[in-house]
């Protein structure tokens, strides 16, 4: 009896008639396979169906101790579909087939193809996220040629979607962050007792500057949709940069599978803007991500409060009032009071 293996099931053909009845037709009555758990071990209590190729199912049971799965054919059907819990095969028997003894059955009987579940829930997955992939693909278009998205204010946005060019883009501008990073820890340590506050119009334009402090003094977590997102978006546009270092917070903390393309391509557009800027917060939001929480990281975070990451300074600063060191404390003070003016509403 010939038998075909496939990864821990083994099948097996036993045909006793060429009739065919249902699932639970005694043995004498009608075709059947064999199921084996192993190499001539029968699988015992196996749930199973019999089906076309188009659906319609013509037999299921569950197997015996023999591991007997009966099954039936069906006129003007020659592809049929057995299936357990953990494996799939698909069998081609033409009608002529069911009319042969079984010697000859067994010769007609065709396996065309066998899949383990997993392997088919893996390919339905992957088929799944083609189509995704296509569609986001195609909406990219259509925004990028209107370019009126809510961060339109960024400029136009490549006319295709390239995965590959937005990870070329994206491994660009993190070379240059951590090039600059690497950089400023290379002089050493930042003097901290030095630490002298200016005010965040040092750094750049602050216009509609309430709608930044509006959003900030929202509990955790903040909104990304509403007035006063809407209102952080609007003064992101007129080139805020605090603004925009928001923006780009918000979008960086979401997972990647979160962001539509638009926003992936925008992300990158606004780490760019920022690093041209050399705003701060982005060099401790990016090492964050990179380095964890460690040594590193804290040599960053004392970095980017020299250089006005207000946030920066609030971190650095409460941890500098732990210091035996006067100079450090009085340090940690200035950080602290300099961080909590920029919070202040504007003039």
Known sequence: ??????????????????LSHAADAPAAAGHYLILYAAPDVPQDDEPYTW????????????????????????????????????????????????QETPAAFQSCLQLKQSASRYDIEQDAAKLAREKDQ????????????????????????????????????????????????????????????????????AYGALPQQQAVLAYQLQPSPKLHAGAVWDQLLAAAAEGNWMARLEVHDALAERKVSELSYVEQARLVQLMEWLHRREIAGLYSFFSARTFGHGATQDRVAGLAAMQGSFLDQRTVGTLLLEEDDPALVAAGRRMLDCAAAAMQSPP
Request: glycine fraction near 8%; include cysteine.
């Open 1 to 18: 009896m010939p038998k075909m293996l496939s990864k821990s099931t083994a099948l097996a053909l036993s045909l006793l008639s060429p």
């Open 51 to 98: 089906s076309t190729a188009g659906g319609r199912q013509l037999a299921q049971g569950v197997t015996k101790a023999d591991g007997r799965a009966y099954l039936k054919g069906e006129e003007g059907q020659d592809t049929y579909i057995l299936e357990t819990l953990s494996m799939r095969w698909t069998f081609l028997v033409p009608a002529r087939c069911w």
């Open 134 to 201: 296509q569609a986001r693909a195609a909406a990219y278009v259509l925004a990028a040629r209107a370019n009126d998205d809510a961060l339109a204010w960024l400029g136009k946005l490549p006319p295709q979607w390239s995965m590959e060019e937005h990870a070329r883009r994206l491994l660009s501008i993190g070379d240059k962050i951590q090039r600059h990073i690497a950089s400023g820890l290379r002089q050493g340590d930042p003097e901290v007792r030095e630490f002298a506050c200016k005010p965040p119009t």
